[in-house]
C-alpha cells in the first residue's frame, strides 16, 4: 500500500504563502528522496524542488529559487514544500513523488525518474 497524499492547496493572493504537505505510507520516507512537481494548463511539468536521501541536499528550480523550501520531517513521514511570496505563475497542480534512493544525488534521481507519485493538489494564486 504504498501510497503518497498531498494536501495543503488551494487559493492564495499574490503574495501570500501556503505550505504543501505529502504524507507517506506503506514506506519509510526517511529512506526515499522527494520531488515535488508542478503542472499548469498549456505548460509542461516540472520539477520545482528535490530533496536528496543521501545527503539532504537540494534542488530548485529557478523559478522558485528563494521563494520555496523543501523539507522532510521523518518521524512524521511527511515532507513539504513551504511556497512564500507566491505569484500567479504558480498557479498548478502540485504533485509530490519519492524514489528510494539512499546514495544517489538529486541530479541523478531528476534524470532517472521517481517510483511513486502522488494524485496532486491544486494551488491558485489570484487576487
Known amino acids: 500500500q504504498v501510497q503518497l497524499v498531498e494536501s495543503g492547496g488551494g487559493l492564495v493572493q499574490p503574495g501570500g504563502s501556503l505550505r504543501l504537505s505529502c504524507k507517506a505510507s506503506?514506506?519509510?520516507?526517511?529512506?526515499?528522496?522527494i520531488g515535488w512537481f508542478r503542472q499548469a494548463p498549456g505548460k509542461e511539468r516540472e520539477e520545482v524542488s528535490c530533496?536528496?536521501?543521501?545527503?539532504?541536499?537540494?534542488y530548485y528550480a529557478d523559478s522558485v529559487k528563494g521563494r520555496f523550501t523543501i523539507s522532510k520531517d521523518n518521524a512524521k513521514n511527511t515532507a513539504y514544500l513551504q511556497m512564500n511570496n507566491l505569484k500567479p505563475e504558480d498557479t498548478a497542480v502540485y504533485y509530490c513523488a519519492a524514489d528510494p534512493s539512499l546514495t544517489n544525488p538529486c541530479i541523478v534521481i531528476m534524470q532517472a525518474g521517481y517510483d511513486y507519485w502522488g494524485q496532486g493538489t491544486q494551488v491558485t494564486v489570484s487576487s
Open positions: 530533496f536528496s536521501a543521501s545527503d539532504g541536499s537540494t
Open positions: 506503506g514506506f519509510t520516507l526517511g529512506d526515499y528522496a
